[in-house]
């Protein structure tokens, strides 16, 4: 039976993939004490394919981000499933950092990564409030328009 955060994001359409395995050498996450910590997510959808690819501000609409950045943060929590078992173990979203592909004129990264925020927001209620950073970047693996990272306080 799955649980309370997961009956939350199956009431949204979303039901967790397996976790997308690592393109390079690292692993996906570590757990020290209390903190998971999850590599970088790209904006993949359950079938391997890019959500959005290419810049914010040529050719890639803030829609499409948020909506990539919504994808990458589907896969933090496949990730935190694979981590943990149950995400009901997440004691609150500690902070996210984005990462987006970027034109250099693009100043609307925060719009972007909203995507990613407002769904940690819906799954966790107030524990899914989170610190959070937004850097524009010339380049992402796979010309991914999106990429996020998390930190996790676990039980």
């Keep these: 039976m799955a649980g309370t955060v997961e009956q939350k994001l199956a009431e949204q359409g979303i039901k967790l993939h397996e976790a997308p395995t690592p ?34 501000g040529a050719g890639v609409t803030i829609e499409d981000g948020a909506a990539a950045a919504r994808g990458c943060a589907i896969n933090l ?49 107030d524990k899914g409030r989170h610190a959070r950073t937004t850097v524009g970047v010339a380049s992402l693996p796979a010309d991914a328009a999106v990429e ?6 676990v039980a």
């Design 23 to 56: 393109v390079a050498n690292y692993v996906p996450f570590v757990r020290t004490g209390n903190l998971l910590f999850v590599s970088g997510q790209v904006c993949f959808d359950p079938a391997g394919k890019l959500i959005a690819k290419g810049k914010l």
């Design 77 to 125: 929590l496949a990730q935190v499933k694979a981590a943990l078992g149950d995400l009901d173990k997440v004691v609150r979203v500690v902070r996210l950092g984005g990462f987006i592909n970027s034109a250099p004129d693009f100043v609307d990264g925060p719009k972007v990564l909203n995507g990613a925020s407002d769904l940690m927001v819906a799954a966790f209620g």
């Design 148 to 153: 996020v990272e998390g930190i996790f306080e």
